[in-house]
């Protein structure tokens, strides 16, 4: 049994890293190629101030433009678009 679940957790890992190590290449690929692996989504920033009755407010922010990646796995600093996409809200604690 103890073999078993040490194979299964050997082969996710060895597939956690093969997609990773292709989806990287592939985006180093387009980005030599130029063919943009970025994307942008639209992110509605506002900042949380707690004040001290306990309460919190909230300010909104215009809306702003965040750079991402058109990839599986988080890229040169950018998150993949598809997690982007799903988080369209930045809050900013104070």
């Not at 306990?54 to 997690?83: I, M, N």
Request: aromatic share 18%; proline share 4%.
């Amino acid at each position: 049994m103890k073999r078993t679940i040490f194979l299964c957790v050997i082969g996710v890992c060895l597939s956690a890293s093969v997609a990773f190590a292709v989806d990287f290449f592939v985006f180093r690929y387009r980005l030599f190629r130029h063919n943009h692996p970025f994307g942008s989504v639209t992110v509605q920033v506002y900042y949380a101030i707690q004040e001290k009755n306990g309460r919190t407010e909230y300010v909104y922010k215009s809306a702003e433009q965040q750079a991402c990646a058109s990839s599986l796995f988080a890229h040169s600093g950018f998150p993949p678009c598809w997690y982007a996409r799903r988080h369209i809200e930045k809050a900013v604690p104070i």
